[in-house]
């Protein structure tokens, strides 16, 4: 059964950086600044490695399903009753890829008296209320996206397994990788997926934590995707052992409060849940439900980060304290701060977003590698000290001749778009910054003291 307290592993970040060889204050690579930054080669950050490995790099190879995985879904599809899936596929990837957030109860409200307020002000023709609203509810399905919950039964769910187990699959692992990178002594012994759906996430769970995962919850409200998930562990049939032992499925969360996992997971989920208040009450749960790491991940769009940001900011409020586990929570990846998202409350608002490179089942339709776009968020339980955190490249890398452009997210809680050179920072940074991918860190410390904020802040009051 799930652990109630599992090991503390993130007692402080002190000791998280000590593991990922992040150099303290007095031995930082450089001070990087809109000037002329000064740059210590002496700190042996690198120890013997080369720079194309320095500690940064969270870089993860193009990933690959596991054989049975890839051949059981194959067998599935192919003993299925399913007609024009290759159409069907690419209808449900563009839905779920456009999808916005359903439109809240009270913006709805907010809509609707405007809208009455203009017809009112525009026109005399309404000669009874009736009219006033009838014309009000047909401008506002005009112009109201209309959100609906996707009903997975058995057809549509093998659709969803076409379309998105291996995109989901990548997604997911480049988010375990980067906890198995940063802090490689973490050896969890319990997850909890929310939202399983074909159950992709125990599968990169396995291949990350095979050696010491013991209990694999799968929490998916489709009983039709539990059946799926559950197949597919199966080789694709319903009888037969199951690939990974320990999972076990079931539609509702578990009650009981002391229950806890070291890794909960909700991929591709918060999407799902009709309203904000509900999204609410479901991160908080999964809160309550974590010992170690809460992994978050949505599709690497503008509506996928905000629900990001809005979890993480519920999180971080810690306005519902446990009484069972009262350790607060940090950003452990990617955010190198617990501020605001200066993505969002820039003048032009841009995604969050990273990608990860995958090879894709080999259907007939879909042969050649592909990238996942995705957003995540990964929170994690304990007291961290203040310390230098190393900024996170938000975009990819622009190398040019003698010099670099990174767009980076840093510690102080801004954007910084640096162009670094040899000369001016130094053989190290800039080799370091030269092998450097979308989503890495860049090991260079920003105090935020030498660098002057994009926007003036109000004084405090």
């Not at 204050?25 to 210590?40: E, I, N, T, Y």
């Not at 396995?206 to 995707?225: F, N, P, T």
């Not at 999972?247 to 904000?276: D, T």
């Not at 230098?388 to 622009?398: E, G, H, K, S």
Request: with cysteine.
């Amino acid at each position: 059964m799930a652990t109630v307290r599992g090991p503390s592993y993130l007692l402080t970040l002190g000791r998280w950086r000590r593991g990922v060889g992040v150099a303290p204050r007095s031995r930082a690579l450089a001070a990087l600044v809109p000037g002329v930054s000064q740059v210590d080669n002496k700190s042996g950050f690198l120890g013997k490695r080369p720079h194309r490995r320095h500690p940064g790099i969270l870089k993860l190879p193009c990933v690959r399903l596991p054989r049975a995985l890839a051949d059981a879904a194959q067998l599935m599809l192919l003993d299925s009753a399913v007609t024009n899936v290759e159409k069907q596929v690419q209808a449900l990837t563009n839905y779920l890829w456009s999808r916005h957030l359903p439109v809240e109860p009270g913006e709805l409200q907010r809509r609707a008296e405007h809208l009455e307020k203009k017809f009112l002000e525009n026109s005399d023709s309404f000669q009874t209320e009736e009219k006033l609203r009838g014309a009000v509810l047909h401008a506002l399905r005009k112009t109201t996206y209309h959100w609906q919950e996707l009903s997975y039964n058995e057809g549509l769910s093998l659709v969803y397994m076409a379309a998105r187990l291996d995109g989901g699959f990548a997604a997911v692992s480049r988010a375990f990788h980067e906890i198995r990178t940063q802090l490689p002594e973490f050896q969890p012994k319990t997850l909890m997926d929310f939202g399983s759906g074909t159950g992709s996430v125990t599968w990169a769970a396995h291949s990350i934590w095979g050696q010491s995962l013991r209990e694999y919850m799968c929490v998916d409200s489709s009983a039709a995707m539990l059946d799926l998930a559950e197949k597919l562990l199966k080789g694709g049939s319903e009888n037969g052992k199951l690939y990974i032992p320990g999972v076990f499925f079931r539609q509702f969360l578990p009650v009981s409060p002391k229950v806890q996992f070291n890794v909960v997971v909700s991929a591709f989920s918060l999407s799902e849940l009709p309203s904000k208040a509900d999204r609410a009450e479901i991160v908080q749960t999964l809160w309550r439900k974590t010992s170690d790491f809460l992994i978050l991940v949505e599709n690497g769009t503008k509506a996928g980060h905000c629900l990001l940001m809005e979890a993480r900011d519920l999180v971080l409020k810690g306005k519902e304290k446990s009484p069972l586990d009262p350790r607060p929570g940090f950003v452990f990846a990617p955010c190198p701060h617990e501020l605001p998202c200066p993505q969002l409350t820039a003048s032009k608002p841009l995604a969050c977003s990273f990608s990860q490179a995958y090879h894709p089942i080999p259907f007939s339709w879909s042969k050649k590698p592909k990238e996942e776009k995705f957003s995540m968020v990964i929170l994690a339980r304990g007291s961290p000290e203040e310390a230098n955190r190393w900024p996170r490249i938000t975009q990819p890398v622009l190398k040019r001749p003698r010099h670099v452009h990174c767009h980076l997210c840093c510690p102080d809680g801004h954007m910084q778009h640096a162009v670094l050179t040899a000369r001016r920072h130094g053989r190290d940074l800039y080799r370091c910054a030269r092998v450097s991918s979308w989503g890495d860190l860049l090991p260079v410390t920003t105090p935020s003291e030498l660098l002057p904020s994009p926007v003036e802040d109000p004084p405090e009051s």
